[in-house]
Nanobody, 124 residues
Framework: QVQLVESGGGLVQAGGSLRLSCAAS????????MAWYRQARGKQRELVAR???????NYADSVKGRFTISRDNAKNTVYLQMNILKPEDTAVYYC??????????????????WGQGTQVTVSS
């Protein structure tokens, strides 16, 4: 059973920093990409940042220069360092493992998996 567990959310003042972590566990063979999405109240879920297994990254324009995504392939863990936080960054942040290959018995499967979400609240 593959699971993604997030941690690190919370309440912070504008201008502050938070670091989110997401660890994938289970019989994982490989993960193509890991990403962070967010969903603010009343809005659609949006991509915040993505990192490939080779380390290539891409960011939403709204977070470029403030957020940094990183990954530990050996631990199947992805991080999101968020600096200079703004009230508009307030949202539930979700971790995603895209193109995750895992084993069940003698077979391999490939799918996308999501974490349960962690709340980030930035006060003005």
């Amino acid at each position: 059973q593959v699971q993604l567990v997030e941690s690190g959310g919370g309440l912070v003042q504008a201008g502050g920093s938070l670091r989110l972590s997401c660890a994938a566990s289970g019989s994982i063979f490989s993960i193509k990409a890991m990403a962070w999405y967010r969903q603010a109240r009343g809005k659609q879920r949006e991509l915040v940042a993505r990192i490939s297994s080779g380390g290539s990254t891409n960011y939403a324009d709204s977070v470029k220069g403030r957020f940094t995504i990183s990954r530990d392939n050996a631990k199947n863990t992805v991080y999101l360092q968020m600096n200079i936080l703004k009230p508009e960054d307030t949202a539930v942040y979700y971790c995603a493992a895209e193109g995750l290959t895992y084993s069940r018995g003698s077979s391999y499967y490939n799918n996308d998996f999501w974490g349960q979400g962690t709340q980030v609240t930035v006060s003005s």
